[in-house]
């Protein structure tokens, strides 16, 4: 059966490395180039122990506490095992020793050396030595029979001999080697093994295995494969003595049944790399190697014949009987085991893995990403995930017990299934590890707290991003605390309990306005905090006892909850809570987490009930936290950065993939912060690491957003793409206006304006790609305004079926606009308790409705109609005042009431709106352009007759008469529009409209063009005049007509632009709405259409053409929802 | 040209800093500023940059050329080229004066870098030294120079030019009109 290879792992610098395991297979130690020792807990230990030796250590041996070492400094030494102190020099050479043994009873050393010499020592007396001489070059290696009676040796010389030790003298040796001049010259280290029984003497010669019988010395038989195409350099027998595993240079292992001359097992060192050390396990399961790039790798479940052999020897007394229950318990001991020794000595092994940079796997900010790794490459292996970790708790179990080999053998068949996953361990977000001697303890948008934790100094650094929050602070950390968090008002620490002294909570409230700034909290013994955070005026600390505990930021104690599960993270914001806690035990590797979501503050609540967070496959929480505009987002070990949608349930939706935008595999991203207005994902690059070191001091880079939409190469997914991008990054309007903060309404307008924009791009390009029913559910989702603008372009671009569904849409839109308003009108009549729910409610339709309009701004050729809409929709809120009579509601609304405004005036370059004086610019001194609506015409229909000109009241006041259309020139009834803004400047011209004007009173006048225009019936200001004309002449009875008209002119000029164009278009929507069309045909036909249909409904669409200063005459295109509210003041409806 | 003219050319030269403030967008007759946000790095004037560390508002991120190793591989480079190599700043030598007496805090190894750049600094004026000699000596018309920075341009120049001036104005007194005069 095939083994199963286990990735390789670091172990020392590149070179030449020897690897062997001790007697009971508990340890794997290892030497190299760098001159340590490694004592290796397994394959998995992050923590070897390290024993320096000298500069280099070329081989090792190890027998019963005995660790002999042949290092550079020409000796072989001996060092106690496993403490590694210096047992002193066993002998010395004049060059270095090339390899060393040792034989099974532990009495005699054998090194050979570049010295051409080949020494035995016995260990109890170093003095008494043998020394052979014969080699003609530097030994490669040395073997001592198992009988203790020869000794075989290779050498550079090409020799391999066969030494009496006793004697000291060669009894044979053979010529089969390559010469070369050195050990680093040689093509092969050709190691030597003798059979455990002392039969056979392997040597590697080439590409085979030599095997001699003892005492004929003759060559029995050879060894080879295919597979092994460069020269072999080691050779091992395993303990049983009936295979035989050879490593080669080219990096092949193979394992041959030796009776059988078979090759039961090929395995290829995953990189290649020369193989130069092999052990194999005392319970032959397994086989060690070592590459001369430094790096260890383990052959696991070798030739479990043997392995059973070796069951059948050693422990006949092993738990045959037990049932697979008792099976599957013992595993869970493994697994246990292997987490509590992983809780015992986590700085340990971080410590070894923080120096390797190049392998990341390595680096677990938790003991989860090793185990993840070898989940990964097991799968190469075909081998199912489940007997892997088996096999691994097998190894812990001959750690633990001294039943070696027994478990996966028997276990193997026993249990395949998922296997569950450590539990990642409790975490504070954007902290490095708590092992390390200098950590960041948080770094967070407030910023950032470093531990140091070294031989002279034990202390925490705050410092501040800005200085103006506070200066830095420098405190001494004798508590050991390791859980940070920083907020604007405070500084909030933990520790563990220790033995004496119970976990400790300690906060250092900055901002506070009294002296004592300090406050601390002991926990009830044995409860320990395992995580804190602080939000605005409260801290949180989540405990063992599955406890949430909740302090003010002065320190009363406040509400405390239970937790489901072990918490994982916890993060505060505002008056949000997040919390990540185990909801259970997740299986191959998946960790099992869920989420709460809890709300303080005016409506105390739960948001999210414990719904299980979404990871990534195989990953744990890497970091958890709130954007700058209080929406919850986490981020997995995979990089994958997820942002909570509220307006989609609470769903979790991606919004970026960190390691995306990493160059190297190893490489990541450690996340702190998350901005979505303007949309920023805050993190500093880490090069191959997880997490970035103190030092130098990291700079913060900023990623930007990207969901993983499909097709983004193409216009449509990147439009759609950018689009709900948008929308997902401005859902926190509504939550934060919904849970009464103030909001940015300017930056409102402008993302509905730019998601607005985005809609009409992706209409226009379905447009473009014939896709009429997808343009119709692109126009669903625009607003009514935006829909106007498609049917403009729909139209223009020959689409008359599609725009006349989306003529059909903008109607239902209107209507439902329009019952929005109504209802909201109702509720406010009805409903005046002035609640907070009633208001918020209503504040939001407001929001929505005041919204909409500047959303018609999607084009900027287009800004003067909606301004012109806005201002109609302006007019609601007007008429809502008015019908209102509660005070409650009045005082509630009037806050939000002048927010349109100053949008207005910011946005919108609008001629009519030079910001006028107000109530009083209805009066003839004031400007003939008067400015807003509200000022103009709220007063006036309030309090008719009060102010000091009554003519422009009384123009509210009148009954819109639909009148007899008169044939009118278009020619005037343009001109008078666009010259009534501007007529101060323009005195001479406004005298010849008057004067052509005149004989509109009068007689008809004759058709001055004969088009289309000709069945044009009145202008506004005919209208006007007509309603008015009794007030004027009631003022001034004595006029002539033409002062009539000169002095309704006046009157006229002195209203509102706004209010003149009502009146257009009223004249327009109740005459003839073609008449003031100058549009190509196809419009005229669909407005008039609807129109005709519509006008009835309220909904009027309506084309005119104004002109607002000299050099701009604009085509007018406006949806006019609310014309209803002209008639209902006007009181004609 | 004066070097202190030079260096103010060079505070033109962008640099990022991090901010311990925050500021809106500030609008300058050279280009928007800003937004600060305080802990986020912003690309500022090489002026300014200084003006707020001098204040302690700020800490400057030096420019990535500004490493020791970089420095190193450039100055291998120009040792082992005889041209001028490209420099990864045009004032390369400004800015680490600038920065290294201001804000040496905030660049690692500032001393080392201070050595490399004087090294790669020497090694240039040497080469451009040389070739003015040459210049001189083959009394060439014209030369061409590339990958030269303002300020060794200007270290040199008014040597170059005034030597070259009075060696005209001694070699026109050679020629053979100007030795008649001397005959009289």
Known sequence: MPCERRPMRYGHSEGHTDVCFDEEGKWIVTCGSDGDVRIWDGLDDDDPKSINVGEKAYALALHRGRLVTAASNNTVQIHTFPDGDPDGILTRFTTNATHVAINSSGSRVAAGSGDFLVKVVEVSDSSKQKTLRGHEAPVLSVALDPKDEFLASSSCDGSVAVWRIDEQARVTSWNVLQKSSDVINSKSLCRLAWQPSGKLLAVPVGLAVQLYERDSWSH?????????????????????????????????????????????????????????????????????YTDTEGCLGLLDGVCVSSASAQKSLKAPDTKAAKDYDALFDEEDDGLLDEEASESHSPVKKNADAEGDDEDYDMIPTTARPRNRGSFLDDDENSLDTGSVNVDRFSENNFGGSAEPATAPVKSRPAYDGPVPTPRQKAFQPSSTPAHLMHRFMVWNSVGIVRGYNDEHDNAIDVEFHDTAIHHAMHLSNSLNHTMVDLSQEALLLAC?????????????????????????????????????????????????????????????????????????????????????????????????????????????RQVIHGEPLPLS???????????????????????????????????????????????????????????????QLRCIPCKGSRFPPTLPRPAVAILPFKLPYCHTATEKGQLEEQYWRSVLFHNHYSFLSSSGYEIDEEAQNQASKEQQELLMKMFALACKMEREFRCMELAEMMTQSVVTLAIRYATSSRRMALAQRLGQLALEKANQLQGEVQEQEDDDDEENYGSAKQNSRFRESCGGSRSRPSNARAEEEYEEEVEHEEQMETEEPAENRRSLLNPFNKGSRSPERPSPKPVNKEDRV?????????????????????????????????????????????????????????????????????????????????????????PVEVPPMPPAQDNCENRKPKTGFQLWLEENRKNILANSPDLEETDVIKEAMGCFRQLSAEDRLVRSSVCVGFTSPVTLFIPPPQHIVIFTKYIYIYCINIHLFYQTETGYSGTEARPFMVVLSSVRRCYIRTGHH | MDPSEVEFLAEKETVKIIPNFSLDKVYLIGGDLGPFNPGLPVSVPVWLALNLKQRQKCRIVPPEWMDADKLEEIRELERKEDTFTPIPSPHYMELTKLLLNHAADNIPKADEIRTLVKDIWDTRIAKLRLSADSFITQQEAHAKLDNLTLMEINTTRTFLLDSLKYMYKLRSNLQPGSGKSQDY
């Open chain 1, 220 to 288: 029995v038989s050879s060894l080879s494969d295919d597979f092994i195409t460069k020269a072999v350099n080691v050779v091992i027998w395993s303990p049983c003595g009936k295979l035989l595993a050879a490593g080669s240079v080219g990096g092949n292992l193979a394992v041959w049944d030796v009776e059988a001359k078979l090759c039961v097992e090929r395995q290829k060192h995953e990189k290649g790399y020369t193989v130069c050390g092999m052990a194999w396990h005392p319970s032959g399961v397994q086989i060690a």
């Open chain 1, 617 to 679: 496959v195989k990953s744990y929480l890497a970091w958890m936290g709130f954007t700058a505009e209080g929406t919850p987002c986490f981020v997995d070990s995979e990089g994958v950065v997820r942002l909570l949608n509220r307006s989609l349930g609470n769903a979790w939706t991606p919004v970026c993939h960190t390691r995306e935008n990493c160059k190297s595999k190893s490489d990541h991203y450690w996340v702190v912060g998350v901005h979505e207005s303007p949309q």
């Open chain 1, 910 to 998: 609008n001629p009519f709106k030079v910001s006028g004086p107000g109530k009083s610019s209805a009066a003839p001194s004031g400007q003939p352009r008067v400015a807003n609506v509200l000022d103009t015409m709220t007063p006036s229909s309030r309090k008719p007759g009060a102010l000091p000109n009554p003519l422009s009241k009384q123009n509210k006041s009148p009954v819109l008469k639909p009148l007899v259309p008169r044939p009118k020139s278009k020619t005037q009834a343009t001109l008078l529009q666009m010259n009534a803004p501007k007529l101060s400047s323009k005195k001479s011209e406004k005298e010849a409209t008057v004067e052509k004007l005149r």
């Open chain 1, 496 to 604: 563990e309990g220790t033995e004496e002294l119970s976990s400790k909570l300690q906060c250092s409230h900055f901002s506070t306005w009294d002296t004592c700034k300090e406050w601390t909290v002991d926990l009830p013994k044995g409860e320990d905090v395992c995580a804190v955070c602080l939000g605005q005026g409260w801290a949180a600390a989540a405990t063992s006892a599955l406890l949430v505990r909740l302090f003010s930021i002065g320190g009363v104690q406040r509400e405390m909850f239970s937790l489901p599960g072990p918490v994982v993270c916890m993060v505060g914001h505002g008056e949000q809570l997040l919390i990540a806690y185990h909801r259970g035990t997740g299986f191959d590797g998946e960790q099992c987490l869920g989420v709460q979501l809890l709300q303080f503050g005016r409506r105390r």
